[in-house]
């Protein structure tokens, strides 16, 4: 058995605990649909995000990501689904929420941060680990214009804006 930093990958290990969600190619996890391109700081969004869609669920139904990666400082993720409209809704609305967390958590560590903009990068960091300027809140994607693509499988994709002000994280 080879001891590598495969072992010690987060993101593959998330994506085994939930092969009802990820299409995992075993031998390159990392090449898969759904491998998160994205840092650490986020782990624990995506794992309750995990849990969330485990439990909406219900037999018969499917799930994929379709992508999971950091994208103008916070969460973006692709995923496809043949479920009920209830389903379909409680998925959308898990989503929702982790995009709105990702905006608000520092995604090398995980703790409170907000969108930097670093040589034209947007991030989003807590104190010790921004670079870069805060961008002031009105022109940021925060909580007030989270975007969120949801595409399904044979159509257009479809982008619309959760106006959720003060979401429950
Ligand atoms: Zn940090």
């Known amino acids: 058995?080879?001891?590598?930093?495969?072992?010690?990958?987060?993101?593959?290990?998330?994506?085994?605990?939930?092969?009802?969600?990820?299409l995992t190619t075993a031998e390159e996890?990392?090449?898969?649909?759904?491998?998160?391109?994205?840092?650490r700081g986020w782990q624990d969004i995506l794992v309750r995000l995990c849990r969330r869609i485990e439990v909406a669920l219900r037999d018969g139904?499917?799930?994929?990501?379709?992508?999971?990666?950091?994208?103008?400082?916070?969460?973006?993720?692709?995923?496809?689904?043949?479920?009920?409209k209830s389903t379909e809704s409680a998925i959308g609305h898990?989503?929702?929420?982790?995009?709105?967390?990702s905006a608000c958590t520092c995604?090398?560590?995980?703790?409170?941060?907000?969108l930097h903009a670093?040589?034209?990068w947007l991030e989003t960091r807590c104190a010790e680990h921004a670079a870069g300027d805060p961008v002031p809140p009105h022109l940021g994607q925060g909580f007030d214009n989270v975007r969120r693509l949801r595409r399904r499988r044979g159509q257009a994709s479809v982008y619309y804006a959760l106006t959720t002000a003060t979401p429950t994280l």
Request: net charge negative.
């Open 61 to 84: 139904e499917t799930f994929e990501f379709v992508r999971i990666k950091q994208k103008m400082g916070i969460l973006l993720v692709d995923w496809d689904t043949e479920a009920s």
């Open 118 to 120: 670093n040589k034209g």
């Open 1 to 22: 058995m080879r001891w590598g930093s495969n072992d010690m990958d987060w993101r593959r290990d998330l994506m085994l605990w939930h092969p009802r969600l990820f």
């Open 107 to 114: 995604e090398i560590c995980g703790a409170e941060g907000r």
């Open 29 to 39: 996890p990392s090449r898969s649909f759904g491998y998160p391109h994205c840092e």
């Open 94 to 101: 898990a989503v929702d929420l982790a995009v709105a967390r």
